[in-house]
């Protein structure tokens, strides 16, 4: 089976404090990072059972994962497994990255947000090119904000030029045009992020070859849709999988639309939806080493 999972278990707190977010330096207590850890070694311990199937991980935390150990350690680990085409994760990328040195380039990635006022802008720009260096691929973005706008073209100036630049569309903001062909100057794509898409009834690849996971093992078609599946753990939730058409009037995160099958997004990222990365870009790490024959996400 080819299954790609979306994992996002309780962890909840992050060391910045985005105006936007609503986890802004918000603290875990000991016992919930304790049972995050617990959540997902056991979650990391299933995938590296999984010999039998073909399997794409992508870590979305509420949080911020990369400052805690068990992330990079979950990351390394499941890089190195045959059977695991990608595994990448959201990240500010606020933590250290020569923990990559154990990862294996052709199967980790990055998605990292840029976050203007969070961080000292050279600090963030030294890090993304040691991952350069490094191999890794990875994606950087902002959110579209006015006063991001600047910084986001500063960036993509500085960025290597085949490290791709993506734009969300910040929530509850609307865009007119002349602001809309700014963003879109920077990132082509951001046209798919400006406004919500109509998805009701449409047919949809989360719940059939891709699923969300929480930290109890519980399984959803996605990380916005409520109905469960089954668990993980005992197995129950291979019998739901099957096509669905998705039961929400829009869907307006990246993470949820890219799957739709009425969008073209799996030829745009074709080998690097986890990561958003659209196809033609990454660097010398390529794709992933299963997909270096046939292109998966």
Not at 223 to 229: A, I, P
């Amino acid at each position: 089976m080819d299954l790609t999972i979306l994992y996002r278990g309780p962890l909840a707190s992050c060391d910045y404090d985005c105006p936007y977010c609503p986890f802004a330096k918000r603290r875990d207590s000991t016992a919930a990072l304790r049972a995050d850890r617990a959540a997902l070694d056991r979650f990391t311990a299933w995938v590296t059972a999984q010999t039998g199937d073909r399997l794409s991980v992508l870590f979305t935390p509420w949080g911020e994962g990369l400052v805690r150990s068990w992330y990079r350690r979950a990351l390394v680990d499941l890089s190195r497994l045959p059977h695991v085409r990608r595994v990448a994760i959201q990240t500010n990328l606020s933590c250290r990255t020569d923990w990559l040195d154990g990862a294996d380039a052709g199967t980790v990635a990055l998605w990292c947000t840029y976050h203007p006022g969070q961080t000292p802008y050279d600090r963030f720009l030294a890090k993304c090119r040691d991952l350069a260096e490094r191999g890794i691929r990875y994606s950087v973005g902002v959110v579209g904000l006015p006063g991001h706008l600047e910084q986001a073209r500063r960036l993509r100036a500085d960025l290597p030029g085949h490290v791709y630049l993506w734009v969300n569309a910040a929530e509850g903001h609307t865009y007119d045009d002349a602001d809309a062909g700014a963003w879109t100057e920077l990132d082509p794509l951001f046209p798919y992020s400006r406004r919500p898409h109509a998805s009701a009834g449409l047919p949809c690849r989360t719940g059939e070859s891709v699923v969300s996971v929480d930290g109890d093992g519980t399984v959803r078609r996605c990380h916005f849709v409520r109905t469960e599946l089954g668990n993980l753990y005992d197995g129950s939730y291979r019998a739901a999988l099957g096509p669905r058409p998705c039961p929400l009037a829009v869907c307006d995160c990246h993470i949820g639309y890219v799957h739709l099958e009425t969008l073209p997004l799996y030829d745009v990222f074709a080998g690097g939806v986890l990561e958003r990365i659209p196809s033609g870009h990454g660097g010398p790490a390529g794709l992933p080493r299963e997909a270096r024959a046939t292109r998966s996400p």
